[in-house]
């Protein structure tokens, strides 16, 4: 089965470009939607991935239709690859069945590793700098006798929780989680 995909960003875009590439192609089922490519949760995707099975394919007008970044593309190429499902890219010209195809897959996946190695890289590099000027990460310690004094006047009953905070100059989460635990 030929099972065709179509997103667009917005509500006033037009899918009909991609619906007639699909159509023209000869897909058996066409699911659209329309929707940033920034949500993780697409239900439109979703139902092609429940849909799919072993010996489909997939096809799409263009790869950023359908993958958010390209770790998720390559996170659903790796899926459909395990399921025996193939992917077509009309505009790109891929077709995951192909020699040629699966070599353009494992140079994006090549690159994807690549693109993750260099930020873990430059990540550690930056600490070590930010370090060695004498920052330390993570969150701001607080003040343990402020925390003391926000629980007191807390159970005191007496302050509001935003007066309590404005008093001791700590946050109303702090004071929850603190008061909480006692």
Do not use: W
């Amino acid at each position: 089965m030929k099972i065709g995909y179509a997103r667009v960003s917005t509500e006033a875009q037009n899918l009909d470009r991609q619906v007639d590439a699909l159509q023209e192609y000869g897909v058996d089922e066409i699911y659209t939607e329309k929707m940033t490519g920034t949500k993780s949760h697409r239900p439109e995707l979703d139902k092609v991935r429940l849909r799919m099975r072993a010996g489909d394919k997939v096809v799409v007008e263009s790869l950023s239709r359908l993958g958010r970044s390209t770790k998720d593309l390559l996170n659903l190429l790796d899926e459909f690859d395990e399921k025996g499902i193939q992917l077509v890219s009309l505009k790109e010209d891929i077709d995951t069945a192909t020699p040629t195809g699966k070599l353009l897959v494992t140079v994006l996946s090549a690159l994807s590793q690549f693109e993750r190695d260099l930020i873990v890289q430059r990540t550690q590099e930056g600490l070590k700098a930010a370090r060695a000027r004498g920052r330390k990460g993570g969150r701001p310690k607080v003040d343990s006798h402020a925390v003391e004094k926000a629980i007191k006047l807390y159970e005191a009953k007496v302050y509001s929780v935003g007066e309590i905070c404005k008093l001791t100059g700590i946050s109303p989460a702090t004071l929850y989680r603190n008061a909480h635990k006692q």
